[in-house]
């Protein structure tokens, strides 16, 4: 590949040149890859945390949701009586290029639903706990969204900085070396030349 280039000064600028942007975007891509490494880190650990969390809650729900209907029957009528959850947002903020989304509940105010006349404080209880299981859901699927988001991320930052460094930058090293000694060769032919004709006029003076 370096023995294509024509050996001109224009040329050795030009891959001179070349080879710094190189060398800048794998230092850039390397940043920004150890940057959502971090990201990723912290992220998971967070996404254990709400494992646990959720886990715990959807065990105190179905708890509740069991003392409810030893209390009042089945309850699936009330429930019914809830409305299903449609107030989910979804935005996005940027890292490193990268985007990740942010879930929120727009409202998530918890309401009366049911009558007080057939029910009691068990089937408030479950329908509280249930409620905190939802707003544990949306946190867990931002986090886990966001790090699957971030592993993409990180292997095309990966992929590019591997291509920079094993392939582009190698291949412009390789240029400059080629064109500087092709040169430095033809600087050296040229002083050759100049000595040899400075010689032959100094002959014909005598």
């Known amino acids: 590949m370096a023995q294509q280039v024509f050996a001109t000064k224009g040329n050795l600028i030009s891959s001179k040149r070349?080879?710094?942007l190189a060398q800048l975007g794998f230092d850039l891509l390397?940043?920004?890859?150890n940057i959502l490494i971090r990201e990723i880190m912290m992220l998971s650990d967070q996404a254990n945390g709400?494992?646990?969390?959720i886990n715990k809650a959807y065990s105190e729900a179905y708890d509740a949701l069991r003392k409810a209907n030893i209390s009042l029957g089945v309850v699936s009528?009330?429930?019914?009586c809830v409305p299903i959850e449609k107030g989910v947002?979804?935005?996005?903020?940027?890292?490193m290029g990268t985007e990740l989304v942010r879930c929120t509940l727009d409202d998530n105010k918890t309401g009366l639903y049911y009558g007080l006349s057939q029910t009691d404080s068990r089937l408030d209880d479950a329908y509280i706990k249930?409620?905190?299981v939802k707003e544990l859901t949306v946190k867990l699927a931002e986090t886990e969204n966001n790090v699957y988001r971030l592993s993409v991320g990180i292997?095309?930052?990966?992929r590019r900085a591997n291509a920079?460094?094993?392939i582009m930058i190698p291949r412009y090293e390789e240029q400059v070396r080629f064109i500087t000694s092709a040169l430095e060769e033809k600087e050296r032919e040229e002083f050759s030349r100049m000595k040899v004709i400075k010689a032959a006029k100094l002959k014909k003076k005598k």
């Open 18 to 20: 070349s080879l710094a």
């Open 30 to 33: 390397d940043r920004k890859r």
């Open 50 to 53: 709400l494992k646990d969390e």
């Open 77 to 80: 009528s009330f429930a019914k």
């Open 89 to 95: 947002t979804l935005s996005e903020r940027s890292v």
């Open 130 to 132: 249930f409620n905190k």
């Open 155 to 158: 292997r095309k930052a990966g």
């Open 164 to 166: 920079l460094k094993n």
